[in-house]
C-alpha cells in the first residue's frame, strides 16, 4: 500500500474527508460510489466501485456480438476506464482511462458521433486519455450507458481505418447496446 504522508481525523458522525489531491489523482467525484473492505490486518481500504465493473465478462459478450455486427472496434467503459474490447488488442485498450472527451459525452447523456471530417476537438482529445499525439481514429461513436439516471459508462465503436464514418446504423448499434447494459444494471 503507498504512503501519502496525508493524515485525516474522523468527525464525530464517523465521516474523514478523503484529500483532494488523491480524489484528483484516482478521479474520485463528488457522488462516486466507494467500496469499502477491511483486511485480516485491519486496514480499512476504500475502493473506487464500477457498478458496470461487475458486468466484465458480460460486456466483453455483448463487445464481441457488437463487433460480429460491424467490422469496426468495440469498446464498453465505465466512468474511467476500458472495461471490454471486441476487434482490438487488449493490451491497447483493455483498464486504459477514457479521455475527457469520452468522459464528456457520458456527462451529457447524449450519444456522439465523431468523424475526421467533423468535430476537430475529439480528434485531439481522442478516446483515450493517454493518447498525448493526434488521434488515430477516423471515426467514433460514444453512446453513455445510463442506470437509475446516472451515466455509468459507454459504448464506443470506433475505426482507423482512412474514409471510414460513422452514420445511423453504428449510432442505433451504440444506443441499443448502452441502453441495453444499462437496463442490466437496473435489475
Known amino acids: 500500500m503507498k504512503a501519502t504522508g496525508i493524515v ?31 483486511d485480516r490486518d485491519g486496514e480499512v481500504i476504500l475502493k473506487k466501485y464500477s457498478p458496470i465493473g461487475e458486468l466484465g465478462d458480460f460486456a466483453t459478450e455483448y463487445a464481441d456480438s457488437l463487433h460480429e455486427a460491424v467490422p469496426h472496434t468495440i469498446l ?35 450519444a456522439m458521433v465523431f468523424n475526421r471530417t467533423g468535430d476537430n476537438r475529439f480528434i485531439k482529445q481522442c478516446l483515450l486519455a493517454d493518447e498525448e499525439d493526434e488521434c488515430k481514429y477516423t471515426a467514433a461513436v460514444v453512446a453513455p450507458i445510463v442506470s437509475g439516471g446516472d451515466p455509468i459508462g459507454a459504448v464506443i465503436i470506433c475505426s482507423r481505418d482512412p474514409g471510414v464514418t460513422m452514420g445511423d446504423l453504428e449510432l442505433k448499434l451504440a444506443e441499443t447496446g448502452a441502453g441495453f447494459l444499462g437496463k442490466q444494471m437496473d435489475q
Open 8 to 38: 485525516r481525523r474522523i468527525d464525530d458522525l464517523g465521516r474523514v474527508v478523503i484529500p483532494k489531491e488523491i480524489r484528483r489523482t484516482m478521479r474520485i467525484r463528488e457522488g462516486d460510489p466507494l467500496e469499502i473492505f477491511v
Open 76 to 110: 464498453i467503459a465505465d466512468r474511467d476506464q476500458i472495461i471490454a474490447v471486441a476487434g482490438g488488442t487488449k493490451k491497447e485498450f483493455l483498464s486504459k482511462q477514457v479521455s475527457p472527451a469520452v468522459e464528456e459525452v457520458m456527462e451529457d447523456r447524449r
